[in-house]
């Protein structure tokens, strides 16, 4: 978060100094970005929801193989269908719930496939509580693009919302961060004290700030729904890389349930854009 807002302070000062400059990257000369509490305040939902879905996910993966942690976080399309339907009163046609069954299934199948890989070392609690953190992660993924959508309706371009949404994260990290202090892990760690980790830190920090902010170019001009999308289709990659470079232990079930989850993914996507309403040519 501090990196993201060091990047958001430098561009509101180029904004003003040079607005030529940061219009080629897409910053609209006005509205001026603007340091407002109230502002930030205003967006304490989606800020919430951003940290949720960080912080779930992390614990996730604490729990499970890498191989396993797309399928255990990949119920964010039935989240969305779900939140759509109950919060923005939004119905869906046929093949959009066919294709979110498809991905239910597709989780399930990795379920058990798990289950049996497991087996001998029994560490069946420690999958149930992967699959309980993967499944608030999904909750908070699926909440996380509702929030931000409201927020672009309300007249936010996306980098005064990264501006409010950043700053009120950094808070909600500050209880997380104290509790760290007062256990004393923190101070001791010698990862702490060495440059290159903060080198490291810094460029990850940098390249997951463009990611956001592309992630919200994707929210304003296409859906919700279809940003969730993004997602599932990277799990069948991580899943090749997770067993090839960790050897991650998989069997023939699991990969059923995932070329299940990424092509009910792809038949989401394609269901989603024949929904939407062709727009007419003059």
Known sequence: MVVALFWLKIISLLQS???NLVELIGVPPLPKLEWNTRKMLSCTGASGAFMGMLSTGNACLMFVQISFYQAAKSQHIL???LLSYLWLKESQTVPVIASCLGVTAGFLINTFAEMKIIEQTKSFDQLAIGCAAGFLSSFFVALYPILIKQSMNNGWNKWQLSI???????LWFIPAIFAEFASGDLLSSATLRRPSFWALQSLAASAGFFLNIAAMLQVEHTSALTHMVV??????????VAVLLLGNRTSAASWVGTTLLAGSSLAYALARRAALPTKKTV
């Open 79 to 81: 989240c969305s269908l």
């Open 17 to 19: 100094s040079h607005p």
């Open 164 to 170: 409010n949404i950043n700053s009120m994260s950094l």
């Open 231 to 240: 997602g599932s289709l990277k799990g069948g990659i991580t899943s090749v």
